[in-house]
């Protein structure tokens, strides 16, 4: 038996909303839809390991702190020494792809798609606005695209991603995102806020 | 507020991180055996430095790690950090 997913912000109606607050909006505010997802945990120093990651899925697991690898339609997040988010980029799900390429190697992969929300902050002031919340240095080199950093957003845990087009994606746990979305949208007033659509 | 160095993710703010208290304190291998007086020490005691405190952080909203660090108790200066397993590193005087 099914059930319809039901996506974290769906109480907000933000498809039916649609609206800006000014037409020279500072940042724009996106619900990304649901994602495949998993945690990978592995032992980053197994050699036999990484291979199988890499004949797998066809690139390398990122080993530098907060690097990011993608290829293909995935996309390998460093989270920790021994884990990583490989989120797909397609819809389709990894966890099969995953499963095969690692049988035989000690491994955990836990399902994280429906664990999280993906919140788009984009626009000429994103920065401005996660400034406001977040202790990260984001002007730094280490918050340029290909990198992410886990860390928090006012109370909450997130993980943060420069994207390569601008912006970022805030991935958060899916009970806080309320509370995520409502923080970002009231940090943005002074900036105008744009409310786009899937992103 | 302190900037300390994760070992892996390099200098975060205090935010993110949770203090575990004293570090290098070793589970007695053989806990029955143990007095009440000597597990008391082990749970309860502790050094409550003036000086230099050796203590475990947690990179609570980072990559999650322990690790250990040494502070100054006096002036909050954060001399070193180091992972778990290492030895303590040599501080300048």
Known sequence: ?199 | MLLLQCPWCGDRSEEEFACGGEGDIVRPLVPEELDDRAWGDYVFMRRNEKGIHFERWRHAHGCGRWFNVARSTVTHEILASYQVGDDRPELPE
């Open chain 1, 1 to 199: 038996m099914s059930r319809a997913r039901h996506e974290p912000l769906a109480h907000l109606a933000l498809a039916a909303a649609g609206e800006t607050t000014g037409p020279d909006a500072g940042v724009t505010l996106q619900a990304a839809p649901y994602q495949p997802a998993v945690i990978l945990r592995g032992e980053s120093g197994n050699a036999a390991f990484l291979e199988a990651f890499r004949a797998g899925m066809g690139f390398d697991l990122p080993l530098a702190a907060n690097h990011v690898n993608s290829h293909a339609g995935a996309t390998a997040l460093w989270l920790g020494p021994s884990e990583w988010l490989v989120q797909s980029t397609t819809g389709q799900a990894e966890h099969g792809r995953l499963a095969a390429a690692l049988t035989g190697h000690r491994h955990a992969i836990i399902d994280h798609g429906d664990g999280q929300q993906i919140i788009r902050v984009s626009g000429p002031r994103a920065r401005d606005v996660l400034s406001k919340l977040c202790p990260l240095d984001l002007e730094g080199p280490d918050l340029a695209p290909g990198r992410c950093a886990r860390s928090i957003l006012a109370r909450c845990s997130i993980l943060l991603h420069p994207l390569p087009g601008g912006g970022y994606h805030i991935h958060v746990g899916r009970s806080f995102a309320d509370y995520v979305w409502r923080l970002l949208a009231d940090a943005g007033l002074e900036f105008g806020v744009a409310i786009g659509g899937a992103g």
